[in-house]
């Protein structure tokens, strides 16, 4: 079958790699790509957004099925307007993909049906917002309620740096309509995990928990970023913890969604906080995060096609999904000044030679006029690899990225020890 993957970033790169491996995808095409999903799929000129464009480029080359993977084409109704086409697509539909596009309804749901998560209010008039600010005091969470590409959340540490944030995002538009409205909440304390669960509307398959690394430097430092690396599975996530949130969290969010007419298919993101009260929702995503895409993925040992089709059809229970054992760890390689400005154009070298211990899935990558692999994004490429344990997993990423080289990359040098 002919296999359109919507997206150009090292989570596509991951669900692109998966998916070359099934016998199923005898066509693999990807819009719009990048310079490493080009050695894989053939790269497609149409942006993640376009969804007339995409709909009409699948239509014309009769794609047997779409997989809809970043969130903003997700919130656009991707996923709707291939189905009314007569094309099969993976992903959550508009209705169901506001659990991410919109803090405020994810935690007004929370809320309905008692699903464990911080104390909150959601604000459309700065003033009310600072003055809530000012009651509640510090350490104190401001959200813009809408899609900010994995920034759009100050822990703020004191009461003035909470205030500046809800004015940066309500009166100076820093995050343009998705920040118009926030949602301010407690700051809860505890290891944050990150589960990924395969859903088909009714039923509901976890993937090994994860960790993502959301600042820019060490120690936790830094400004939020997209990620800079993640790994797979996570100790503080014991059985214990797992079969609480299964029963607290998981299937009462996949009811709930049932239950409001917003039937989920595709993958949720739910991101968890271990509170000393127990687990709780911090965040939900619609999609596969990024970079815990690339860690969860490299342990996959069932054919991703057949989860993707089952999770649509609605039979997620009628299939395997096998984990490999063992750890997996991606370590992120950013351009210099990231997460603010940066350089693009920028020549990499060393990645021949780094694929021969791990996978480097290229995040924000292209080709220049002569050919050659360059910078082309913020989080530039994920080194990828598995080992029998995690210890071993983050040894042989670093070691498989030593060879890579760009001009001003940097990367964090704790991933996997920084909590």
Known sequence: MNVLVVGGGGREHAIVWALSKSPKVTGLFCAPGNAGIAQLAQCVDVKATDVSGMVAWAKEHHMDFVVVAPDDPLALGMVDALEEAGIPAFGPRENAAVIEASKAFSKDLMAKYHIPTAKHRTFTELDAALSYIEEQGAPIVVKADGLALGKGVVVAQTVEEAKEAAKSMMA???????GACVVIEECMTGPEVTVLAFCDGEHLVTMPASQDHKRAFDGNQGPNTGGMGAIAPVACYSPEVAKRCEAEIFRPTV???????????????FGLMLTPQGPKVVEYNARFGDPECQAVLSLLDSDLMDIFEACRSGKLDQVDVRWKDGAACCLVLASGGYPASYPKGLPITGLEEAGKSAVVFHAGTARNEAGDIVTNGGRVL????VAVDLEGAIAKAYAAAKPIHFDGMHFRTDIGHAF
């Open 382 to 385: 994920g080194v990828t690899a």
């Open 172 to 178: 100076d538009g820093k995050f343009g309509a998705a």
């Open 255 to 269: 009811a709930a969604m049932a239950a409001e007419g917003r039937p989920f298919q595709g993958v949720i993101y």
